[in-house]
């Protein structure tokens, strides 16, 4: 059921870290010309936040395992033109519930996108995701078919072990201490060497804040290191879908891939392409792990034209 109202103010919220990452993401929203529209559901006892804007057919965006929700500011504003456009933040992130990710994390996301639909009363719907988003999406469309229109997977997990050996410190104890915690410089770094090349973007100070502050959650570097060990371990991702996994999927799938990817290199891609009976791949040039951040014309481009189509 629903627990709030769709709209929320800041000065609503007593937690000051969560008024903080309200701020900035309502901030990232207005830069389009958006005010904040959102609430809050309950899924399985987590607290989920959400951003829900637009009228018609429903697309969910999904982010990947960093920032939160408001990481689509610019897909929000060009798909709601058109489309009702959910855009939750997944437990762990933005504003939503610190709640750990459960092994096997396929079964855990599925269970938690099935709650999310059932609650906001979505029967079926189209799945853009990011990252581990896009594995989630993909999951989705194997258990409940049903429930899948068209998937856009955006630098998809789950396609192969390759993992970046920052993402296997994380799990081990110690090193996970120093790793997963508020860091703006290491942040920073990591920002312009995997997520984007264009790292002085327009709104990309924006979005660093952004992206800092949902870091800043109370609970939240402990459920993250958790989270990194149910995901990966020092061999890599764990739940790598098999090739009739990946055959299972009967929804059209348009695979979009930085052409410089470091975080799961454009083979996984390809091999996406390859296997998915109903599937087709765009690579972006001169792009890493979130193109959407740096190439949002493009990307909008592609999705716009993907989800509009028979």
């Known amino acids: 059921m629903t627990t709030s109202t769709n709209q929320i103010q800041e000065r609503s919220m007593p937690n000051i870290i969560e008024q903080k990452i309200f701020k900035s993401m309502s901030e990232l929203l207005r830069r389009v010309g958006l005010d904040y529209r959102g609430g809050y559901v309950e899924v399985d006892g987590k607290r989920i936040h959400y951003l829900d804007y637009g009228e018609g057919a429903p697309v969910l965006l999904l982010h990947g395992g960093g920032s939160g929700s408001a990481i689509w500011f610019r897909q929000i504003e060009v798909l709601a033109r058109t489309r009702r456009v959910i855009v939750p933040d997944h437990p762990v992130f933005g504003l939503s519930s610190q709640t750990v990710y459960k092994p096997p994390y396929p079964d855990c996301v599925v269970d938690y996108m099935t709650g999310l639909m059932d609650v906001l009363d979505i029967q079926t719907a189209d799945l853009v995701g990011l990252s581990l988003g896009a594995q989630m999406a993909m999951a989705t469309a194997m258990q409940i078919p049903e429930r899948v229109g068209k998937i856009a997977a955006i630098?998809?997990?789950?396609?192969?072990?390759?993992?970046?050996?920052?993402?296997?410190?994380?799990?081990?104890?110690?090193?996970?201490?120093?790793?997963?915690?508020?860091?703006?410089?290491?942040?920073?770094?990591?920002?312009?060497?995997?997520?984007?090349?264009?790292?002085?973007?327009?709104?990309?100070?924006?979005?660093?804040?952004?992206?800092?502050?949902?870091?800043?959650?109370?609970?939240?570097?402990?459920?993250?290191?958790?989270?990194?060990?149910?995901?990966?371990?020092?061999?890599?991702?764990?739940?790598?879908?098999?090739?009739?996994?990946?055959?299972?999927?009967?929804?059209?799938?348009?695979?979009?891939?930085?052409?410089?990817?470091?975080?799961?290199?454009?083979?996984?891609?390809?091999?996406?392409?390859?296997?998915?009976?109903?599937?087709?791949?765009?690579?972006?040039?001169?792009?890493?792990?979130?193109?959407?951040?740096?190439?949002?014309v493009e990307v909008n481009k592609l999705l716009v034209g993907f989800l509009s189509s028979d």
């Open 155 to 296: 630098g998809a997990a789950g396609l192969g072990k390759e993992f970046p050996l920052l993402y296997k410190l994380a799990g081990v104890p110690i090193a996970g201490r120093l790793i997963v915690r508020p860091n703006k410089w290491g942040q920073d770094t990591y920002f312009k060497t995997m997520e984007v090349v264009d790292y002085e973007f327009q709104d990309a100070i924006a979005y660093k804040q952004y992206a800092y502050d949902v870091t800043l959650m109370e609970g939240h570097p402990e459920a993250m290191r958790s989270s990194i060990g149910t995901i990966a371990d020092f061999g890599g991702q764990k739940s790598i879908f098999s090739d009739e996994e990946l055959r299972s999927i009967e929804s059209p799938v348009l695979a979009i891939w930085g052409d410089g990817d470091q975080v799961f290199p454009v083979g996984h891609a390809y091999r996406l392409a390859e296997v998915v009976p109903n599937a087709r791949l765009h690579v972006i040039e001169n792009a890493r792990h979130v193109p959407l951040l740096d190439h949002p």
